[in-house]
């Protein structure tokens, strides 16, 4: 059983940055990739990033890729998600799921946080 719990959400301007955090406990955690998703009102939940517990290796969709940036309190299990230089297009619920591979596919999971909203202002 994983546990998580997302937070760090809120209003941000249309260039500005924010952090997201994800904090996880469980057992086996260190055997689990941690992957962000977002879903915005209407759409199907999708993937922004993942990394892993063992390494420092993230890696991100396109949409996001140069913008966000993931990385890793191993001694906390805290995985946080940077977000530089917001779109409008970026504003949606932000998840954090954790899985025994990094899917790109949100229906595979088993597990999630509640998630933390981010608005975005123009």
């Known amino acids: 059983q994983v546990h998580l719990v997302e937070s760090g959400g809120g209003l941000v301007q249309t260039g500005g940055s924010l952090r997201l955090s994800c904090a996880a406990s469980g057992r086996g955690l260190s055997n689990y990739y941690i992957s962000w998703f977002r879903q915005a009102p209407g759409t199907e939940r999708e993937y922004v990033g993942h990394?892993?517990?063992?390494?420092?290796?993230?890696e991100y969709d396109p949409s996001v890729q140069g913008r966000f940036t993931i990385s890793k309190d191993n001694d906390k299990f805290t995985v946080f998600l940077q977000m530089n230089n917001v779109k409008p297009q970026d504003a949606a619920i932000y998840y954090c799921g954790a899985a025994l591979w990094p899917y790109k596919s949100a229906t595979i999971y088993k597990y999630w946080g509640l998630g933390t909203l981010v608005t975005v202002s123009s």
């Open positions: 990394i892993t517990w063992g390494n420092e290796f993230a």
